[in-house]
């Protein structure tokens, strides 16, 4: 195995890992400028009102995504097992 060959492996490593985790950060992301915005406006300033609605909006992203995330990494384990077969 080569440092090129390595190299490659962790950016497709990493590359999946950000499709995978990518629409969660941005969900949670927003939602939590959105309820920042909300406690800005009105004073609020409730550490479960942040928590709690990420929490949720996460957990529905996860199971809406759930069917491609896990297209995404089948895909992914299953070129490395074919690569593992061509390093004989």
Do not use: D
Request: charged share 10%; glycine share 2%.
């Amino acid at each position: 195995m080569t440092e090129q060959m390595v190299v490659s492996i962790v950016r497709e490593a990493f590359y999946n890992v950000m499709i995978v985790v990518g629409p969660l950060l941005l969900v949670s992301l927003v939602v939590g400028l959105i309820i920042s915005i909300f406690q800005a406006a009105t004073s609020i300033s409730e550490q479960t009102l942040t928590f709690v609605p990420k929490l949720i909006a996460v957990f529905v992203t996860t199971v809406l995504l759930l069917p491609f995330m896990m297209n995404a990494l089948k895909t992914y384990t299953i070129e490395m097992i074919k690569m593992i077969e061509t390093l004989k």
